[in-house]
Structures are given as structure tokens and as C-alpha cells.
């Protein structure tokens, strides 16, 4: 549906951009089908039951189209084809699968169960486990974690003030469900039994459609959903953090397409390119990405992050008219492994969970995000196959010739061998413990942030409502010496985690801007950091009630320029080291959001059981193939979905 006018079309990709952040690769599951299949989503496998479908129907015709690159080079002629169609057929997925840890030999003989090792017990880490678990019962997991503490970046914290209590949280806050990452999550949350424990912020709050940047000495409303149009477009044309987003984007369809060597490029430049102006990305786009990444637009890479918009300059030479060509067709350029996923998650999702979050903006748990970590650990230490090493450093990661394993080293312990072994650890980590042997993952930096929570009593002490706001580059330095990313305001964003009835909010400082940093600022001065921002921005003097601090070092990998391209040969490097006894996950890699590191693990596992996936990196630096579908709306999905559980 096209949006309502006058907000254009290239604010809302920027906004959705801001409210829906994805970093996940594109790819196309290389099998092929039957030429009775190829005529409705072409190299699509999504089951067998589905392709029954397909053959005994006979296929439509209608809607052809091709998908071009770069240079005009074709990639694919992708029919349109309903999701709605497709959704019911894959409820057996998981039935139809093959397991990928054969119980018996070509003799007929019993064989010893699989031997699994996981590095890290982070969020990736646990889910990891846990998919092995579920998909392969007689697997012996073991999981191997450096600290006293499972669950990585994951932390809830309760401070008691005054006798009440306060959340706070050092990482994570809030997860949203409506990308294919999302759906996994959600399937997750299913399946530990934590429906009940659900906090929704809807699309109907003031979290959800207030939303701000400060720019060049305020808070100034981001367009949305629920917003007047007219105040929308009079901020638009008159507030200086909008310029020159109105002109580029009414002349970015006369600019030429990319050169045709051109494999990737920066945030920064990409849109400066589109839009003949570094403007819109130094004033608004930046600040989106201190928001996710805490990294710089000009290092980033687009093609990793916004690869919708890589691909709609290559599909129509146009971003503008791609997003033309979508809304006049009623179809949706969609990513091929996004659509499996999706259609292979969405139908196991029960309707009642689908209802909750149909009309949610952002969600988290009565007693903080570190829920979700906490309910693994539980589960998975209730299962007699997996073993926990706590405090267990590994040294060293090498494949074994001799029997074809992988040979894990630790500290203490005399060196352990495994059928398979997946790393969740940073790349840079892997890349030292496997003697760097695997260079290209050596290549990933990551940066630090300092989170800094602070509670004050009065209710009333933000004078504006919402989620909270981020920070361009484009502030001076007189305006942001700290070098804040952004504030969250979590007394908005998520509401009944807290007994206490004051304000609460959280300042995020660092990131790319303390890449040149030998130390870090101590406790005391991360607090007097925050104060600070608080006092020049929002004009708060009030002394906190309550505070915490976290520096949380290296946390956010940074997919810089050719991010992809040194995945793929990371892909090569693990297949010649390792000969496929060593794959990886996490957020080095697909994704640094939570629901990206959940669906990472998921990916791993269930493409290990199909025999799709070997190093976790197969589809790494492929040309990226898309499927023109016309796509329903999620109430006709989750209609489908009622039916199919016969709900009325």
C-alpha cells in the first residue's frame, strides 16, 4: 500500500529503516527443482509436499518479470506468486526433513551418537544448542563458555530504590517480531513456554510513533505511523535535519545506476550517490546506525546492511522506482531465503501468539530480556545429552586428520575430539584460536559502547514522550563531547517491568567515535557523561536515584566495506582448514540483533539437518537472487493460519 501522502517514499524506506533495523544476507538455496516447480517461485524448495502442490495444480503463468543487476545482467524470471498460497503447505517442514545424524551405518550397525561442541554460551550460543537438541535427541552437546555467566550481552539487572524495585538493562531491551528473525524468536519463545511472561509496547503508543533525532540543538519528531500528515510534511520542509532529503529524492531517478565492477560500497557513499547530497545520510541515516551499530555510515557497508536498497537499484536502476513499481503491482521484491524461512516458520506459530503480536511495535519480558537466555540455560541443563564447561577458556581449535574431528583445547582439561564443532564467538576470537589460519575473519573490528542507566524519581522529568532519540554525526563536537549515540526513554519504551514509579532512561555512549581510545571512561565518569548529555540536551538537573554502568567491549561487529566478500572466503578457508567439521554463527557474521544471532543459530542446525549447510557461510558473496511475490496482508496470513487450526 502506498504511503500516505505527503510523507514520501524515500522517508518511509529511511523510516522503516529506523523502526524495523535488519542487517541479514540475502541468499538462494542452491537445489534445484522440478521443471513442474520452477514455474511458481523459481529455484524455490521450500518442502515436499508444497512442490505436490505445485505439479498436481499445473502452475500459473501470469505476471512474469525479470530481475536485473548491476549491468543489466539477468538474473532470474521470477513469476508472482502468493504467500498466502504457499504459507499452509509447509506446516510439515519439520516432519519431512531428514535428520542429519544417521543412528546406524551401511552395515546396519549402531554407530556412536554425534559429539557436538559449541564455542560460547551467548544468546547464539544457547540457541545453538538448543536446535541441536531439538533436531538430533541423541546428540551429545557440549558447550564450552570463557566466563561464570551464560547468556553474553544479556543482562537484566533488579536495583532496589526506596524499597521498590527497578529493571535495568545492559544490553538488549526491546525485540521486535515482525521481520523473518523475528518469526524465529517468536517460534522460540513458543517453544520455552514463555508466552505469559510477554510485555507489549503497541503500535498505538507513544514509544511506538514518537521517535526523535536531536538535531542541530533539539529533539526534532521522525515521520510515522499515527502522526498528522500535515505537521509531518511541514516538519519535513522546514526542520534543517530534512534537508536536501526532499530534492534528492525527487531527482534520484534521473541518477545513473552504479558502475558495473562496482561490488559494494559504503552507507555514506551510496546514498550520497542516489541523492547528489551527503546530507540525508550525515543528518538522518548516521543516526540510525549509532542506533543499531554504534558504527560510522561512511565504513559501513550498504550491501550488508540496507540490502533492499542495494537491490532495488539494481531491479529498476532505481530505488524510487522500484518502490513505484511495488506499489503499482501490488508484488514485493523478497528475499529467497527469507521467503523459506518464513514460510517455513509462520505456520508453527499458534494464532493466539500471532494475535498478541499482531498489533505490537516492540516487546520484551516482565522480568527483562535476560528471560529469554535464562529459559534456555533451564532447558537445556535439564537435558541429560547437554554438558555446560563455565570458566573453560578454549586455546586452541584444530581439525584432527586422523579421525576427521575437530580437537578442542582448553586450559585445564586434556584436549576433547568431536563429530562437529560451531563457533559463536567473535570472529577475531576464532580466527586467533584456530592459530589464524582463518585470516579473513581476523578482519572483522568491533566496537565498544558504554551503557549508562540511570532512574530519577519524578515521573514528569522528560518534557517530551516516546521512545527515545538518536544522534547524527552531522552534531558538532560542542554539542556532543561525550560522543553519544543516542537515549532511550525506558519508562516509554517498555512499560511494567518496575514497581518503582519515577522516570527511567538509558544513554549510549562510544561506539565508533572511542575507536581511537587506549582506555575508557571508569564508572564514575560514565555517570557524569550521562548527566552531562541529559543536562544539554533535555535540560535535566536532578540527581539520579539509582545508576548502573556497563562498558561492554567489543560488543558490536562492525560490517564494514566487503564485509561480504570476506565471509566467502572465510567460507573457503573453513572447507580447506577444517574439511567440514567447523561452521560459525552469531553476530560476526549475518546480523547483530538479537533475533538475528536466534535465527543465525537456527539456520546453522537446520541446514546441517537438511545437508544445505557446512561452514554456516554458503551463501556468503553470492549474487543475490529475489522473488517478485505478491504478498497478502498478515491479517489474510494469519487469517489462513485460524483456518488451518480450524478457528473461526
Known sequence: MPPQLPEHVVITLLRQCYITPRCQASRLCPQPLPDSCTRHVSTFRPCTRLRHRHAARGGTQAGNSSIHTRAGDELQSSPKTSLLELAPACVGIHQSTVAFAAQHNDRGRKVEPARIAVLGGGITGLATAHYFARENPNAKITVYENSARLGGWLKSHYMDVDGESVLFESGPRTLRPGTPPGLVTLELIQELGLQNELLITSTASEAHQNRYLYYPDRLVKMPGAGQDPFDMAWRVMTEPVFKGLIWGALTEQSRPIRPSDMDDESVGSFLARRMMSDEPGNNIVSAVLHGIYAGDINQLSVKSLMPMM?????WKGSIIKAVYTRMAEKVELVSKRDLELKLEVLPMIKA???????????????????????ALERALKENPNVEFKMETGVTAVEHDGESDSIKISTRHEAPAKYTKAISTVPSSVLSSLTSNTLPSLARTHSVTVMVVNLYFKDPHILTERGF??????????????????????????????????????????????????????????????????????????????????????????????????????????????????????????????????????????????????????????????????AVPSSADVEAGIRRREGRS
Open 468 to 629: 527515545g532519540y538518536l544522534i547524527p554525526r552531522s552534531i558538532p563536537f560542542t554539542q556532543n563531547p561525550e560522543r553519544a549515540l543516542g537515549v532511550v526513554f525506558d519508562s516509554d519504551a517498555v512499560k511494567g517491568q518496575d514497581t518503582a514509579t519515577g522516570t527511567k532512561v538509558t544513554v549510549m555512549l562510544g561506539g565508533h567515535w572511542w575507536d581511537a581510545f587506549e582506555t575508557y571512561p571508569d564508572e564514575e565518569e560514565g555517570i557524569n557523561m550521562a548527566r552531562s548529555v541529559l543536562h544539554r540536551h533535555l535540560k535535566i538537573t536532578d540527581k539520579p536515584a539509582a545508576t548502573r554502568v556497563s562498558l561492554q567491549r567489543n560488543c558490536i561487529p562492525q560490517y564494514t566495506v566487503g564485509h561480504e566478500s570476506r565471509l566467502q572466503a572465510a567460507h573457503l578457508d573453513l572447507m580447506r582448514e577444517f574439511k567440514g567439521k567447523l561452521a560459525v554463527a552469531g553476530n560476526s557474521y549475518t546480523g547483530v540483533g538479537l533475533n538475528d544471532c536466534v535465527r543465525a543459530a537456527r539456520d546453522v542446525v537446520m541446514g546441517m539437518k537438511r545437508g544445505t549447510t557446512v561452514t554456516g557461510l554458503e551463501d556468503a558473496g553470492r549474487k543475490d537472487l529475489y522473488a517478485q511475490v
Open 310 to 314: 542495494w537491490h532495488y537499484e539494481a
Open 352 to 374: 493466539d501468539l500471532l494475535d498478541v503480536m499482531r498489533h505490537a511495535s516492540v516487546y520484551s519480558f516482565k522480568e527483562g530480556i535476560g528471560v529469554l537466555s535464562a
